[in-house]
């Protein structure tokens, strides 16, 4: 019996601790001299994904890579073919792939979401989705569940706004991301299978909702967590170890990794005179990759 | 003062009736002899997507037409350059184009979307987007107003998943959707000029919300519905004319045009003889458009 790709990945975890990698890559995070240098800049993003995705599966720094699509489709075509490209980079170096595409539509055009991200160019193991359309708008991608591939469904984001719609009270006392919840519940009830460690589905719970996180983790305890909101964004490490438990969960970090040659120190003269090369910059990328790992090991 | 882009569309509807005309083009809509008779299948949805675009702005059937992206990039790099064509070839023949993405995100990844979707390879002048992440994710896509860009959010969707999260009631006795309400009111009276006809973000409201038509129409006057859900998803026409009232929308019919030759007693004898060619087709998408302004029109 094929494992679901949500254990795959929880043992991953387990193997290579829970730092995911987020590529987020705008080519802002890369110095301007640098993109000038390279026939363009999107090829520019595909080669230093590519030197962080080498370092890190060559040092199996994490568990999983997640691509936001959207700093793909800000360049078009052909950032959609560097968006490929990273992807299929990464598979091939055998990092388990998480697409963050948060997409939901009725049932008939998430079929054609599944199929667009689950197979051909833009195939990744792991999707991230919107649940607020209802399960119309998830169930199209379980189709895929036992062919390996997977899904994380929004919980409790780790945004601001997710005080306007989420966070808000229901009139049964629970919160409006409860709902998704019981989304993500019950498709996994359905999906259950004897032996498994997690269910079928995960979900995106943010490092920085301290107090839904210890509720959410005991609510949910055999899910999965996908936990943004590591570094750039200020998460809270008491929080990352309480979702982290039970289940457990990948601890996402794009901007503080990808725009870690800013503030390394270790290439201040250079970044001062402005001769940092991609290799510099992938290398302080992976030092923080590295760091994020070891601190994550130690919580 | 540039007019914002919800009165653009508002006005066009008034000129040439509320319908838009959706090219969710599968290439499964179009017969497969056609479909292996061209260079491939996504060359074969751009043809078919031109000779509607052309035959819907030569007669002034609609007042724009609607984009879904899913099936664009379930067809890999090549899809999503035919996406590219679609809207280039929409906007080249005068109609407004609606983006329906229905992206939301934290707010340095929508900023992302907002530059993906306004600008560059895949310009629209229209947005769909998921209000589930708060009012973070709409946002910056609000930054390309002044610009003539505008953007409807999710309210109240036309799939039955709308019960699971979007109807569900809140302790204030409010339905869910009334969040998504109170992010789009907010935004409105903060964009709002002396003279607008209607709010400067418009709102998804589904043909097949029978309960809540009414409700949502009296407690959103000002601002423009887009209507998914007439023809294949058996949205209702009372409910669509109480829809159409006060501010008023664009309904949109995508697999009732595109699907129009499957069951046009015209095309019967080429049907079953397995002759169509491709303006075969096409006409009866134009004949089924025209019928559905007509029968807009007469509501």
Redesign the interface.
């Known amino acids: 019996m094929k494992k679901y790709m949500m254990q795959i990945l929880q043992e991953a975890a387990s193997k290579s601790g829970p730092l995911c990698v987020g590529l ?1 890559t ?1 080519p802002s995070y890369i110095p301007d001299y640098i993109v000038n240098s390279i026939a363009s800049s999107t090829e520019a993003v595909k080669l230093y994904n590519q030197c962080i995705i080498k370092g890190v599966a060559a040092e199996n720094l994490a568990c999983c890579v997640k691509v ?1 699509i ?2 793909y ?5 052909e ?3 560097v968006y ?1 490209d990273t992807l299929k980079m990464a598979r091939e170096s055998s990092l388990i792939t998480i697409a963050d595409i ?9 079929q ?2 599944a ?3 689950y197979t ?3 195939e990744a193991d792991i999707v991230t989705l ?8 998830i169930e199209p991608f379980m189709k895929y569940n036992k062919c390996g591939k997977g899904a994380f469904v ?1 919980l409790c ?10 966070k ?4 049964t ?1 629970e919160s ?1 991301f409860c ?2 919840g ?2 993500i519940e019950n498709i996994n009830k359905e999906f259950a299978r004897k032996g498994d460690k997690c269910g079928a589905l995960g979900a995106v719970v943010g490092a920085t909702q301290c107090d839904a996180a210890q509720y959410l983790r005991q609510k949910y305890p055999n899910t999965l967590f996908l936990i ?1 909101g590591f570094g750039a ?1 200020g998460g809270d490490l008491a929080v990352i170890k309480t979702l982290l438990s039970c289940a457990g969960g990948v601890v996402n970090s794009s901007r503080a990794i990808l725009c870690a040659w800013m503030k390394d120190n270790s290439l201040k003269n250079k970044r001062e005179s402005k001769t940092l090369c991609l290799d510099d910059i992938a290398q302080s990328a992976i030092r923080a990759a590295r760091a994020a790992k070891d601190t994550l090991l130690n919580l």
């Open positions: 987020d705008d936001q959207a700093y489709e800000a360049a078009g075509v950032g959609m073919k490929r948060k997409r939901g539509d009725i049932g008939a055009t998430s054609a979401y199929r667009a991200h051909g160019d833009f919107n649940p607020y359309m209802g399960r119309d708008a929004l984001t780790s945004n601001g706004g997710a005080a306007d719609i989420e808000q009270t229901l009139k006392g409006v709902l998704s019981s989304i943004p964004q």
